[in-house]
């Protein structure tokens, strides 16, 4: 089966909802983060769709209308965690992934489900599971090239 939990020795990028949770410091994720650390000696990687998912709400936002002072704060935390982290490219390998996987999801998924796919298919191309609190993954997990198996870590956000 092309879906498998993380194994110890998996490093994992973070989903977009996890990144969140971090930046608002859930106790669980900021856990579940420092056990990683202290596994791995570096902190979980963001893949570039990652870092756009977390920087498009606030352009959403700067596009409409300047931005208050809570929002600019939140931004700016935003981007210091995403300094701190590894940045995964969405890759020719990653895109070769993405391409197998994508049209053997449903039709007229939703755009986050698009966006979570390519996710999945950078961990993928660079050999990381996944950190979520989405259990859509393990739709788009069915979904993997025969020869790859997405380990998925589900946090509680």
């Keep these: 089966m092309p ?11 973070l989903d977009t909802n996890i990144l969140t949770a971090w930046r608002f410091q859930r ?3 900021v ?5 990683h650390l202290s596994r791995f000696k570096f902190l979980p990687a963001l ?17 409409k209308s300047e931005l208050d002072e809570a929002t600019k704060r939140g931004r700016m935390a935003v981007e210091q965690l995403i300094n ?6 969405f890759d020719q390998r ?5 391409a197998f996987m994508v049209p053997r999801l449903r039709k007229n998924i ?9 996710i999945a298919a950078t961990a993928l191309a660079h050999g990381y599971g996944v950190a979520t609190g989405d259990r859509g ?19 509680a956000v």
């Design 84 to 89: 701190s982290c590894t940045v995964l490219p």
């Design 3 to 13: 879906i498998g939990s993380v194994l110890t020795e998996t490093p994992l990028v």
């Design 94 to 98: 990653s895109a070769e992934i993405a």
């Design 137 to 155: 993954f393990e739709l788009i997990a069915r979904h993997t090239p025969v020869d790859m198996k997405l380990r998925l870590a589900f946090w």
């Design 27 to 29: 106790r669980v994720v």
């Design 31 to 35: 856990a579940e983060i420092q056990n």
């Design 47 to 63: 893949t570039a769709i990652t870092v756009h998912e977390a920087l498009y709400g606030f352009e959403n936002k700067t596009a």
């Design 110 to 118: 939703p755009k986050e489900s698009l966006l979570d796919a390519l």
